[in-house]
């Protein structure tokens, strides 16, 4: 007859293949800690995309509105705001010739890239004619970083 120790390969406890709990935790928080980073990375990333995105869209949107007035002598009222870009004005001043298309490669308005719509003034500030602003990613004037107004007078 055997001993136990000779039967589970000379360890008295016995040897079983696998890992340990502790193993295994340890496995599991560098993995989380791995996890971490590469999501703040790509959050970062994302958000700076966002922006980016944005003063992209601003400054497509202010040249549109600046070609609309080199053709019709002058600025889309605030009542027919940046949807004069895509379709021709039913209110007035009604411009007498319109582009097929538009002034914007696509027939609807773009929204930022955080869903909202682009903000128009008419007269912008510092005595611009107009002002085209996204709000940022709060929706709201001021703030810093992502949060940050995006208008065509800081482009």
Known sequence: MKHRAERTGGSPRGRRGGFTLI??????????????VV????LQKQQKARVDTAKIQVRELQNAVGHYQV???RVPTMEQGL???????ASAPVPETYPDGGYLASRRLPRDPWGRDFVYLVPGREGLPFEIVSYGSDGEPGGD????????ADL
Do not use: C, F, H
């Not at 193993?23 to 971490?36: D, F, N, P």
């Not at 999501?39 to 790509?42: K, L």
């Open 83 to 89: 949807g004069a870009l895509v379709r021709k004005p």
């Open 145 to 152: 970083g992502d949060a940050a107004d995006i208008s065509t």
């Open 39 to 42: 999501t703040v990375n790509v």
């Open 71 to 73: 053709e019709q002598g």
């Open 23 to 36: 193993e295994i935790l340890v496995v599991m928080a560098i993995i989380m800690g791995l996890v971490t």
